[in-house]
T-cell receptor, first 114, second 111 residues
Framework: KAGVTQTPRYLIKTRGQQVTLSCSPI?????VSWYQQTPGQGLQFLFEYFSETQRNKGNFPGRFSGRQFSNSRSEMNVSTLELGDSALYLC?????????????FGPGTRLTVL | KNEVEQSPQNLTAQEGEFITINCSYS?????LHWLQQHPGGGIVSLFMLSSGKKKHGRLIATINIQEKHSSLHITASHPRDSAVYICAAPYSGGGADGLTFGKGTHLIIQP
């Protein structure tokens, strides 16, 4: 099976712009989580989607939003970009089966805000 | 929100040494994850633990649910084990959840 894919891999934006990142989970996985990684804060949970519904949300401002489509692909959007939004954005697709709970991480999108 | 504490933050050891990384969390959980991140950002899930101990090659992970504590051990460490090791617990303590993470342990194994 193909792994989790994220596009684009690298992105440069300027303050005030908006950005949309995409994540395609492993085939058959219905749960997708998004995370932000910065040198100062480490990895932080943004939100989790399951079957097109947001199940949980981390402590981020409303500028961060997401959605999931019927094919389980997910997008996250950041509006009115700030310098502090520069980070590696990771998505993970999740398989829970037979008592196992495994998260498979994508390679990430590195966003630079100038 | 679950709080995850990890120690040490940095660890440098010689090849062959036995390595221990510790993780504690604040809210009772269904399972705890250990992850490995290499330079360049790629994250690999090493273990998901709900009780007891798991072993994969030279890696061993243990968890004590009552004490809310987990450890990751590396036996016969090798320079290729150099990476950041991160423990993670469910964000709210439940099962249907994203993860909250420790700050990571930056491990360097010197030849």
């Amino acid at each position: 099976k193909a792994g989790v894919t994220q596009t684009p891999r690298y992105l440069i934006k300027t303050r005030g712009q908006q950005v949309t990142l995409s994540c395609s989970p492993i085939s058959g996985h219905r749960s997708v989580s998004w995370y932000q990684q910065t040198p100062g804060q480490g990895l932080q949970f943004l939100f989790e989607y399951f079957s097109e519904t947001q199940r949980n949300k981390g402590n981020f401002p409303g500028r961060f939003s997401g959605r999931q489509f019927s094919n389980s692909r997910s997008e996250m959007n950041v509006s009115t970009l700030e310098l502090g939004d520069s980070a590696l954005y990771l998505c993970a697709s999740r398989l829970t089966s037979g008592g196992l709970d495994t998260q498979y991480f994508g390679p990430g999108t590195r966003l630079t805000v100038l | 929100k679950n709080e995850v504490e990890q120690s040490p933050q940095n660890l440098t050891a010689q090849e062959g040494e036995f390595i221990t990384i510790n993780c504690s969390y604040s809210v009772g959980i269904s399972a705890l994850h250990w992850l490995q991140q290499h330079p360049g950002g790629g994250i690999v899930s090493l273990f998901m633990l709900s009780s007891g101990k798991k072993k994969h090659g030279r890696l061993i992970a243990t968890i004590n649910i009552q004490e809310k504590h987990s450890s990751l051990h590396i036996t016969a460490s090798h320079p290729r084990d150099s990476a950041v090791y991160i423990c993670a617990a469910p964000y709210s303590g439940g099962g249907a959840d994203g993860l909250t993470f420790g700050k990571g342990t930056h491990l360097i194994i010197q030849p």
